[in-house]
């Protein structure tokens, strides 16, 4: 039987193997769990409003705009039309990977949607009592029987990210031709679009924030696989000089019309006397300034540590230059990262656990029972821009982030920079035309 199974799938390759465990959890012929809910949860409680975005046009865009993209921006010969179709067929291959394990948590997790109450009115719902938890239940409306506990995680967000970051590498890698300022707007437009697709599936109350965390997290390590199958090679190549410092005068413009609130922010409301959000305010065990001070200044006393001996104590000029080209890029990334993070804050608009204490808005004096408040405003001065900017958390980013740069560097091997900087000067190779099966 062994040898039979072995022969069997010698004669399959990864597309054969993907579908097959696709087309299994779409028939549900794997085993499925259920959470349960809590009588009454605010949480599940919400009204199901529809789609923003349908996942008809979801499947549509994330199918067929990267095909239009990657065809437009290629020379019209059969050389390039074959490497186009290549790139095109490892980011296939990556969102059917993507589709079947989203679709595969949904069936194991089976985590209640915001609107459970109103979409599944489950029997058990009618009778339970106070906070009462119900492990299982069953759903009255046909439709919503394989649909209501289907939130965590979200496709969507996790196709949309998916598509918009394979555009922007793309268009980094090959859209030379097309010109690099309609480059840089298409891709931050592509990024934007996957940022409003994800905050659209909460304010819609499709899903829970953590739903579209998840989401956004598992397209990562498959845009990764996909850049490996086509590159073969440990290593990308660099972005060019010019291109590189038009990026870094766009993300210091874009950080400072964030910190000056010229984009539009959004609010998150509460529910009255959340106990998620009344905790008192304690104060900062490491402070903002602290936090900014060991981020910016730690890894540059250790990268002129590690070059000295990495390269001896004779290349005194050399070490200097290598740690200020990798501290250069390190300030670079540290750059994205605030301004990803403030970004987050002012589009989502979270209450902090702190939010009665400090923020004490007019409208939690007069609502009662679980009233849900969509619009508010802070009696307290300072906490008028504060309050609201709970998610993400920017210590947790930031502080991970010096961490991880800090251990990368301290392995020292073949990190020199002097290397770098030779890789920025190359231009972009032109990918293999071979495509894997």
């Not at 054969?16 to 809910?37: D, M, N, S, T, W």
Request: charged share 15%; aromatic share 10%.
């Amino acid at each position: 039987m062994m040898d039979k199974l072995k022969c069997f799938w010698s004669k399959t390759n990864r597309w054969h193997r993907v579908i097959a465990l696709f087309v299994l959890v779409e028939l549900k012929v794997l085993p499925g769990g259920q959470l349960g809910f809590q009588c009454n949860d605010p949480a599940l409680s919400h009204p199901f409003t529809g789609d923003t975005i349908s996942w008809k046009w979801l499947m549509g865009i994330t199918l067929l705009l990267p095909l239009v993209i990657v065809i437009y921006s290629h020379e019209k010969n059969d050389s390039n039309k074959k490497n186009a179709l290549c790139w095109y067929k490892e980011y296939v291959y990556g969102v059917l990977i993507n589709l079947t394990v989203i679709q595969t948590l949904k069936l194991i997790v089976g985590s209640p949607r915001p609107h459970f109450f109103d979409t599944c009115q489950p029997e058990e719902a009618i009778t339970c009592v106070g906070s009462e938890y119900i492990s299982s239940y069953t759903c009255t409306k046909a439709y919503w029987l394989s649909q209501s506990d289907k939130s965590f995680p979200s496709g969507h967000t996790s196709l949309g990210l998916h598509a918009a970051l394979f555009i922007a590498y793309y268009l980094h890698r090959r859209g030379a031709s097309v010109g690099r300022g309609a480059v840089g707007v298409a891709q931050i437009v592509c990024v934007l679009s996957a940022v409003w697709c994800g905050l659209s599936r909460v304010q819609d109350r499709r899903h829970h924030w953590w739903d579209v965390l998840a989401g956004a997290i598992i397209a990562a390590p498959i845009l990764l696989y996909t850049q490996h199958q086509l590159h073969e090679s440990s290593s990308l190549s660099e972005i060019p000089q010019s291109y590189r410092r038009q990026a870094s005068s766009g993300m210091i413009a874009l950080f400072v019309l964030v910190e000056l609130k010229v984009l539009p922010g959004g609010q998150l409301g509460f529910q009255c006397n959340d106990p998620a959000l009344s905790h008192p305010f304690t104060g900062d065990t490491i402070s903002w300034k602290w936090l900014m001070g060991i981020t910016l200044l730690l890894p540059l006393v250790i990268m002129l540590i590690v070059e000295r001996q990495c390269n001896g104590r004779e290349k005194n000029d050399l070490n200097k230059k290598n740690a200020l080209c990798w501290y250069k890029e390190y300030v670079y990334g540290v750059l994205i990262n605030l301004t990803v993070i403030q970004t987050l804050k002012l589009i989502v608009g979270s209450p902090r656990p702190h939010f009665f204490d400090t923020c004490q808005p007019e409208e939690a004096i007069t609502c009662v029972g679980s009233e849900y408040i969509s619009s508010y405003t802070c009696t307290k001065a300072y906490w008028l821009s504060q309050s609201d900017k709970s998610f993400p958390s920017g210590h947790t980013s930031l502080g991970l982030h010096a961490a991880l740069f800090i251990a990368i560097k301290s392995l020292c091997k073949d990190f020199s920079c002097t290397n770098i900087r030779n890789e920025v000067r190359q231009e972009t190779k032109p990918l293999d035309n071979n495509c894997h099966s």
